[in-house]
C-alpha cells in the first residue's frame, strides 16, 4: 500500500511538474520522491497511467495557465467547436472572452486558452513518454505491461493529433512531405528544450505509435476511460482522414466498424443525454465522480441543457438553423435542437433558465441533484462510420460510400432510405451528417482546416448567429493565417531552440 500511495502521489509530481512555467516538459519527479516506487510495479505503473487520464478530464490549474473554466481536454474540444459556425450562442460571454469563438486566442501569443491548450497536451505527452521509456523494465505480467505501454502510445498519438493541427499547417497530401514547422518533438522523458520539427516529422511518429499501440493488441482494458486497441485503430482512422491517406482510413474504420465492439445507439438510447460511457457506441469517454467534476466549469456545465451553472443557465447553446434545416423530418437527431422552445416542449429545470431559438438538447447532465456531471465522449464508433463513408467518397468509391453512410443514417433515420448521389454531392451530404452527428464534441474547427474550407457563419437561413458573441467575425477565407495558433509567448521564451514564430 505505501508504494501505491507515493505512485500516486508521483504520478500527481509527474503531471503538475514543479510549479514552474518554464519547465512545463518536466517529468523528473523531486528529490522528496524515489521515481523507482513508481515503476516498481504494473499496479504502480498504472497509477501514473490513471493520472494521465484523469488529467484529461481535470480543471485548469495555475501549473497549466491562468485560463479559467477549462475542464481538461473537454474544455479545448469546446473550444475549436466554437471556432466552427455550427455551435453557437446568443451573447458576448464565454468563449468570446476567452478569444477562441472570434480567432483571437490563436493568433495571440499570450492569451490564457493557447497556453492552455499547448501545455495540456505537453504536459500528456511529458508523462506518456515517462511511462513509456520505463514500463519494460517493471516487475509484473507481460500481458499488464503491454498494456500499459500500448495505453501511453494511443495517448502520446493523441496529443499530437492537436498540438499538430493547432500549430502546424494543415497537412496536404499532394505537397509531401509537408516540411512546414509545427510543434517540437520529444520522444523521451530526457527530452528537453527541443526544436520545432516538420508537420510531416509529427505526423510520422504519430502513424508509428498507433501501429506500435495496435500490434501490442491491448484488447482487454480495465473500462471504456482506457485507450485499448479498439481506440487506437479509430484513432488511427482519424489521424489517416486527416492526412488524406483514405486507403487507410477505410481500413482502420472498417475495423472499428467491422468488429461491431460498439454498435450503434438505439433511437431511445441516442435521447438520454449523451452523458453515460456505457452507452453502446462510447469507445472512450471521461468517467468522472462527483468528487472528481469540476461543479461549475465541467464540460456538462457549459453544454448540457439542464446544467445548473449561471453561464449555462442564462447562455443556452444553440446550433445554426442553416444546418438544423438540412436534418431529416424523420431523423432523431433533429430532435436535438429546438428551434422554438417553451415551457410545454422544452420544460427547464427552474425559471431561471433562458430559452433560445435552436437551443440544443443533446447533452444533459448525467443526475438529479448534481448541477453538472456527465460522460464526456472522447471517440464514438459512429464517427468510425463517417469516416468510412467520407474517406470512400473522396477516394472515389461512391457505391460503398453510400452503403457506408445508410449504416448509419438508417439508426438515425428510420425512414431513411440509401443516398444515390455521386462524387461531390455525395461528399457534401456525408459531410452534412459528419457536422449534425458530432455537433458539440470537437470536430468542425478541424474539419475547416483539413479541407482548407472558409468559415462562414452568415449562411443561416434565418439570422439566429449572433455576430456580437464572436465579436462580427463571421466570415474567414480558406487557408487564412488565423487558421494557424501562434506558439505561446512563454514556450519561446522558455525554449530558445523552438525556432521562428509562426507567421
Known amino acids: 500500500m505505501k508504494k501505491i500511495f507515493y505512485s500516486a502521489i508521483l504520478a500527481t509530481v509527474i503531471l503538475g511538474g514543479s510549479g514552474?512555467?518554464?519547465d512545463y516538459l518536466q517529468t523528473t519527479p523531486t528529490d522528496k520522491i524515489d521515481s523507482k516506487d513508481i515503476f516498481s510495479s504494473t499496479a504502480n505503473a498504472s497509477v501514473a497511467l490513471n493520472g494521465i487520464y484523469r488529467y484529461m478530464f481535470e480543471r485548469t490549474t495555475t501549473t497549466t495557465s491562468n485560463a479559467q473554466g477549462?475542464?481538461?481536454?473537454?474544455?479545448?474540444?469546446?473550444?475549436?467547436?466554437?471556432?466552427?459556425?455550427?455551435?453557437?450562442?446568443?451573447?458576448?460571454?464565454w468563449f468570446t472572452s476567452t478569444g477562441e469563438g472570434n480567432y483571437i486566442a490563436a493568433r495571440t501569443d499570450n492569451a490564457a486558452s493557447n497556453l492552455y491548450y499547448y501545455r495540456t497536451f505537453f504536459r500528456m505527452i511529458g508523462n506518456a513518454n515517462y511511462i513509456i521509456d520505463n514500463i519494460d523494465a517493471v516487475e509484473g505480467l507481460a500481458?499488464?505491461?503491454?498494456?500499459?505501454?500500448?495505453?501511453?502510445?494511443?495517448?502520446?498519438?493523441?496529443?499530437?493529433?492537436?498540438?499538430?493541427q493547432f500549430y502546424g499547417t494543415r497537412y496536404n497530401p499532394d505537397a509531401k512531405p509537408n516540411n512546414q514547422l509545427s510543434v517540437p518533438l520529444p520522444l523521451k522523458s530526457t527530452d528537453t528544450k527541443m526544436p520545432r520539427v516538420s508537420v510531416e516529422a509529427v505526423y510520422t511518429a504519430i502513424v508509428a505509435d498507433l501501429d506500435a499501440a495496435i500490434a501490442?493488441?491491448?484488447?482487454?482494458?480495465?473500462?471504456?476511460?482506457?485507450?485499448?486497441?479498439?481506440?487506437a485503430r479509430g484513432l488511427r482512422a482519424r489521424v489517416a482522414l486527416t492526412m488524406g491517406d483514405y486507403t487507410n482510413a477505410i481500413k482502420y474504420a472498417k475495423e472499428v466498424v467491422d468488429g461491431n465492439v460498439f454498435p450503434l445507439m438505439s433511437q431511445a438510447d441516442y435521447q438520454t443525454g449523451f452523458n453515460n460511457i456505457n452507452l453502446s457506441e462510447y469507445m472512450?469517454?471521461?468517467?468522472?465522480?462527483?468528487e472528481q467534476g469540476d461543479t461549475f466549469g465541467?464540460?456538462?456545465?457549459?453544454?448540457?441543457?439542464?446544467?445548473?451553472?449561471?453561464?449555462?443557465?442564462?447562455?443556452?447553446?444553440?446550433?445554426?438553423?442553416?444546418?438544423?434545416?438540412?436534418?431529416?423530418?424523420?431523423?432523431?437527431?433533429?430532435?436535438?435542437?429546438?428551434?422554438?422552445?417553451?415551457?410545454?416542449?422544452?420544460?427547464?429545470?427552474?425559471?431561471t433558465f433562458v430559452r433560445r431559438s435552436y437551443m440544443t438538447r443533446k447533452f444533459s447532465v448525467k443526475a438529479v441533484g448534481d448541477p453538472s456531471l456527465g460522460d464526456v465522449p472522447w471517440m464514438r464508433s459512429a464517427e468510425m462510420h463517417l469516416i468510412l463513408a467520407e474517406a470512400y467518397a473522396r477516394s472515389g468509391q461512391d457505391a460503398l460510400a453510400q452503403t457506408a453512410l445508410f449504416t448509419l443514417v438508417s439508426k438515425r433515420d428510420l425512414s431513411a432510405v440509401k443516398s444515390t448521389k455521386t462524387g461531390a454531392a455525395l461528399v457534401d451530404?456525408?459531410?452534412?451528417?459528419?457536422?449534425?452527428?458530432?455537433?458539440?464534441?470537437?470536430?468542425?474547427?478541424?474539419?475547416?482546416?483539413?479541407?482548407?474550407?472558409?468559415?462562414?457563419?452568415?449562411?443561416?437561413?434565418?439570422?439566429?448567429?449572433?455576430?456580437?458573441?464572436?465579436?462580427?467575425?463571421?466570415?474567414?477565407?480558406?487557408?487564412?493565417?488565423?487558421?494557424?495558433?501562434?506558439?505561446?509567448?512563454?514556450?519561446?521564451?522558455?525554449?530558445?531552440?523552438?525556432?521562428?514564430?509562426?507567421?
Open 20 to 22: 514552474c512555467k518554464k
Open 429 to 503: 451530404e456525408i459531410m452534412v451528417n459528419r457536422r449534425v452527428e458530432l455537433w458539440g464534441e470537437g470536430f468542425r474547427y478541424l474539419d475547416l482546416k483539413r479541407l482548407n474550407l472558409p468559415l462562414d457563419r452568415t449562411i443561416a437561413n434565418v439570422p439566429n448567429y449572433v455576430p456580437a458573441s464572436v465579436a462580427n467575425v463571421l466570415q474567414i477565407p480558406a487557408g487564412d493565417p488565423r487558421f494557424l495558433f501562434l506558439i505561446p509567448r512563454d514556450e519561446i521564451n522558455a525554449n530558445p531552440n523552438l525556432g521562428p514564430q509562426n507567421p
Open 298 to 351: 465541467s464540460f456538462f456545465a457549459q453544454i448540457a441543457y439542464n446544467a445548473n451553472s449561471s453561464y449555462q443557465r442564462a447562455t443556452p447553446k444553440m446550433i445554426n438553423s442553416k444546418l438544423y434545416d438540412l436534418i431529416s423530418l424523420t431523423d432523431v437527431r433533429k430532435k436535438m435542437w429546438e428551434p422554438s422552445p417553451t415551457a410545454t416542449n422544452f420544460p427547464l429545470p427552474l425559471p
Open 216 to 231: 501490442l493488441n491491448a484488447v482487454s482494458v480495465p473500462n471504456k476511460t482506457h485507450a485499448g486497441v479498439w481506440v
Open 284 to 290: 472512450w469517454g471521461a468517467n468522472p465522480t462527483t
Open 143 to 164: 500481458t499488464d505491461k503491454s498494456r500499459i505501454k500500448a495505453e501511453a502510445l494511443t495517448l502520446r498519438a493523441y496529443a499530437y493529433s492537436y498540438l499538430v
Open 70 to 93: 477549462k475542464p481538461g481536454v473537454a474544455g479545448i474540444l469546446l473550444g475549436i467547436d466554437f471556432m466552427g459556425e455550427d455551435l453557437h450562442q446568443a451573447a458576448a460571454t
